[in-house]
């Protein structure tokens, strides 16, 4: 289903303007897109880039123009308040998890759902694919993560990761060898997406508190950076261009990770490290 968007209200657009021209060098709000009847859960981008989409707890999601504002698709097929939404990397899928647990699959070319994945016990939160697009990772409040192969439409992997809800899951998006998480015990995860293994120590304390979310950082000097096992030291390959992870917390910081080769695990006389950003530093 489509539906135009509203425009912003006269009064609205007269005010920004007046900040603009108070302050010319302020953020300045491009896009505004209503229609949700409820508050958000998430955002994603499309891959091509001209559209993102939204999830709500009004059970929908929704893709609108990136240009425009206009509202391109409305999907309805969740029973509870939709909140995760991972793209296929060449766009034609897409997945979204809601807080009954359920994860649908939907075909942006048909504007049809394809595939329910069912398993997780509580909230699915967070969900992304491989580079390769044949299998999703999805994070519930089950304190788990689930891997799918949705050439086969079966979970090949439930990975007991955390000991409280898992906030965030990222696939490396070069090689698809390594599969971060993080979760509201504060910590993050690294595991082998080739038998979902821990990368290194199991669990890394990263933050006080909730560890919000967790993203790979890709360089292109990492090939010409010297070699080591594991977790690196962060000054180090900083200036080398090498920071691997970054995660948020809800401790009003986010951290650089690095790491060399995710295939091997740390060694026993390597401790991880992190550079610390709090509020001055960002």
Known sequence: RTKTTTPAEPEEEDQQQQQHEADPEAPRRALECRGHAQRLGNVGF????????????????????????????????????????????????????????????????????????????????????????????????????????????????????????????????????????????????LFSTRDFSPLGDPILKAHDGKTMSIDFLTTTTRAAAPRRRGLTDSRAARAAGDVALVSAGFDRTFKLWTAEHYADPLDEDEEPDAHHLHDDDQ
């Open 46 to 189: 499309h891959p091509h880039g001209g559209a993102f989409a939204t999830t709500s707890f009004d059970l929908t999601w929704r893709l609108w123009d990136c240009e425009t504002g206009a509202e391109l698709l409305l999907q309805d097929g969740h029973d509870h308040p939709c909140y995760a939404i991972a793209f296929q990397g060449d766009g034609s899928l897409v997945a979204t998890g809601d807080f009954a647990g359920v994860v649908l699959l939907w075909d942006l070319r048909s504007g049809r759902e394809v595939h329910a994945c069912l398993g997780h016990g509580k909230k699915c939160l967070a969900a992304d694919f491989s580079p390769d697009g044949y299998r999703l990772a999805t994070g519930s409040d089950d304190h788990s993560v689930r891997i799918w192969d949705i050439r086969r439409k079966v979970c090949d992997y439930v990975i007991p990761a955390h000991s409280a809800l898992v906030s965030d899951v990222r696939w490396e998006p070069q090689s698809g060898e390594a599969l971060a998480t993080c979760a509201f015990d504060g910590s993050i995860a």
